[in-house]
């Protein structure tokens, strides 16, 4: 069964840094594209970062381009976001996603974790 669970999100103040995490297990974990995505209340969910199977390719949005940092460690089958300079318009909950079709790198995920809170705030 295809299971992805983040963890490392929390409170953090405007410029600082956080490291999420995304552990999967249940299926063979070079063969998938990871995704981060993110929503905020009344918004809907935003594609942050996502990588293809072996980092040839990666997208991050412009809201995050420079800041964010997406990388993948197909050994220990987890998929790092670090994230720095934070910003109060970061404020989501995180989720990571997998899929094993082709196409855009940051589109079409079909399995999803339960997410993460990151809260930047003073």
């Known amino acids: 069964q295809v299971q992805l669970v983040e963890s490392g999100g929390g409170l953090v103040q405007p410029g600082g840094s956080l490291r999420l995490s995304c552990a999967a297990s249940?299926?063979?974990?070079?063969?998938?594209?990871i995704g981060w995505f993110r929503q905020a209340p009344g918004k809907g969910r935003e594609g942050v970062s996502c990588?293809?199977?072996?980092?040839?390719?990666?997208y991050y949005a412009d809201s995050v381009k420079g800041r964010f940092t997406i990388s993948r460690d197909n050994a220990k089958n987890t998929v790092y976001l670090q994230m720095n300079s934070l910003k109060p318009e970061d404020t989501a909950v995180y989720y990571c996603?997998?899929?094993?079709?082709?196409?855009?790198?940051?589109?079409?995920?079909?399995?999803w974790g339960q997410g993460t809170q990151v809260t930047v705030s003073s």
């Open positions: 996603a997998a899929k094993f079709l082709g196409g855009s790198t940051c589109r079409g995920y079909d399995y």
């Open positions: 249940g299926f063979t974990f070079s063969s998938a594209y």
């Open positions: 990588i293809s199977r072996r980092d040839d390719n990666t």
